[in-house]
């Protein structure tokens, strides 16, 4: 069978409240970000991507912020809606040469309650 | 355009079998990435293929393997399968695999070890 599961840190909000997942990552040398939502039996979505040259970047309904001095990203979410259940993933591109491969963070189970 | 497809959806075998996976990337993509996702373990990155070579691997032992055709079509080989290969595994294709490039994944290939 399975092995044990990664214990996914939860987060429960109403319907219409604003959602915030949190982050840390892992390499002071990375310097890109992104953040993906998986929904049930769906490979990751592509949300919101920033660079480590900004601390602030904005989409629709959505807000990425990074501090590099912690190493920590947070997605908000405005007005959270039951399609946006689903588990969120950080994931930063590390380096290596010119190119990257991603390394997720565990992942944040968002519950949308209507 | 078409995201990335993987064929096929699910798979069931048995351990010491071996297993092909198939990945076709977004028009245009030549940079395809192979992850491997488990409750244990969260999401690995496995290998990245540009240009039908190998360009940089994960921490995954011998019997994980991979290819790429002209068309950046990708495959992934697991020889010898063991319990704890049973997986969802995804591809995800960007456009050079730049370190600061996104990476769209597709749906995966759920495989499962008897």
């Known amino acids: 069978g399975e092995s044990v599961g990664l214990h996914l840190p939860t987060l429960s909000v109403q319907e219409g409240d604003n959602s915030i997942i949190n982050c840390a990552y892992s390499?002071?040398?990375?310097?890109?970000f992104i953040w993906y939502k998986q929904e049930s039996g769906k490979g990751p979505q592509f949300i919101i991507d920033i660079r480590s040259n900004m601390d602030k970047r904005q989409g629709q309904r959505v807000t990425v912020l990074l501090n590099k001095t912690v190493k920590h990203l947070s997605l908000q979410i405005a007005a959270t809606q039951p399609g946006d259940s689903a588990v969120y993933f950080c994931?930063?591109?590390?380096?290596?040469?010119?190119?990257?491969?991603?390394?997720f963070g565990k992942g944040t189970k968002l519950s949308v309650k209507p | 355009k078409a995201g990335v497809t993987q064929t096929p959806r699910y798979l069931i075998k048995t351990r010491g079998q071996q297993v092909t996976l198939s990945c076709s990337p977004i028009s245009g993509h030549r940079s395809v990435s192979w992850y491997q996702q488990t409750p244990g373990q969260g999401l690995q990155f496995l290998f990245e293929y540009f240009s039908e070579t190998q360009r940089n691997k994960g921490n995954f032992p011998g019997r994980f393997s991979g290819r790429q055709f002209s068309n950046s079509r990708s495959e992934m080989n697991v020889s010898t399968l063991e319990l704890g290969d049973s997986a969802l595994y995804l591809c995800?294709?960007?456009?050079?695999?730049?370190?600061?490039?996104?990476?769209?994944f597709g749906p995966g290939t759920r495989l499962l070890v008897l």
């Open positions: 995800a294709s960007s456009l050079s695999g730049r370190a600061d490039e996104t990476q769209y």
């Open positions: 390499n002071s040398a990375s310097d890109y």
């Open positions: 994931a930063e591109n590390i380096r290596r040469g010119s190119q990257g491969n991603l390394i």
